[in-house]
């Protein structure tokens, strides 16, 4: 199966989601958006197929956001898209694309549901609650 993950290295949400992936037994694509940035197109495509808009992509914190006016709901979604093509941090990540699908996998066990296998258990995630028990089994 074919992975790929958006990600960003200084997020917990995004290293705990790509050490997921791995643990499962994937060597995901790794894509660093920080450092190639994004296309209109990509975009586009990224939200379509994991049902976002780009209101619903927006990084609302840690990210340059509401000082770019762009909390404000009466910001467009073509000027939230030139925003995050100019700024790619505004993006929220990680964003996991599988054969199953895409999905912003936040919180991290939303990867899950992309993974034909998962990782043995136990599994915790970046704030250490548990995604998976000792047996494998999800929690929550």
Same mark, same amino acid.
């Given at each position: ?41 990509? /975009?586009? $495509? ?5 049902? #976002?808009?780009? +209101?619903?992509?927006?990084? !609302?914190? &840690? ?17 939230? /898209?030139? $925003? ?5 941090? #505004?993006?929220? +990540?990680?964003?996991?694309? !599988?054969? &199953? ?40």
């Amino acid at each position: 199966m074919s992975v790929v993950i958006h990600h960003n290295p200084d997020c917990g949400t995004s290293r705990n989601v790509l050490e997921i992936i791995r643990k499962a037994g994937y060597e995901p694509t790794v894509i660093e958006y920080l450092q190639t940035g994004w296309t209109r197109p990509q /975009l586009l $495509a990224l939200f379509a197929a994991a049902a #976002l808009t780009p +209101r619903t992509a927006l990084r !609302t914190s &840690k990210s340059p956001a509401e000082e770019l006016g762009l909390l404000d709901p009466a910001v467009g979604d073509d000027a939230l /898209l030139d $925003a995050m093509l100019e700024h790619p941090v #505004l993006v929220n +990540r990680p964003i996991v694309c !599988t054969p &199953k699908g895409v999905k912003l996998c936040r919180p991290s066990e939303e990867v899950l549901d992309l993974l034909d296998r998962w990782p043995p258990g136990p599994l915790e995630k970046e704030d250490g609650s548990l995604i998976l028990d000792a047996s494998g089994n999800r929690v929550g």
